[in-house]
């Protein structure tokens, strides 16, 4: 069972990381800004970000950001389609609530990218004191509970729409890919430091 397990992981890992790569090097953001208010920022927008000596450098992360925020994700649809290897039947039952998952999740990417955005935003100004080290650590906490608590909600209706196996597989890989997103956006966030 270990071995499998292991073979899921890398095999998730693995495409994920090719679809991310694929992903970045087009250059378009995947995401659709249908619907917003705001105009859409331009798909190869950069974030600034500061560096050790603390001049400013741009970064893919806003291509990262909008990459794991895509409900397009075809990545997630092949990485699930290699772990779970889903009779017709349980494809049938497990993608409509799937869907709904991503429905949910793509509220909680929109809080996630905003508070990524402030906080370089506030760390590029030198603006991270007490009270918005506190603020924004209180809602990425908030955002870390929803997380769990969606991924507690979707485990349940898969368990009943097809299977507790096929649930724990479900989180399984949803927590693979969330580990992925979570090392390549903090790998491209600047480190928290105090302002003077």
Known sequence: MKTRTLGILAVTIFVALIATSAALSRGPAL???AGNAAPPEPANAQLPVRTA????????LQQLLELFRSSDNSFK???INS?????SEEAQKFWPVYQQYEKAQ???????????KEFVALS???KINNENANR?????LKL???RVETWKKYYQEISKAVSPLRGAQFLQVENQLAILMDLNIAGAMPAVKGSK
């Open 144 to 146: 870390e509970e929803d």
């Open 106 to 116: 793509q509220g909680q990417m929109d809080r996630r990218i905003a508070l990524i």
């Open 77 to 79: 649809v092949r990485a």
């Open 136 to 140: 924004l650590s209180g809602e990425w």
């Open 124 to 126: 590029n100004e030198g």
């Open 31 to 33: 995401a659709s800004t």
């Open 53 to 60: 000596t603390g001049e400013t450098r741009p970064t893919n």
């Open 83 to 87: 772990a779970l290897k889903l009779t």
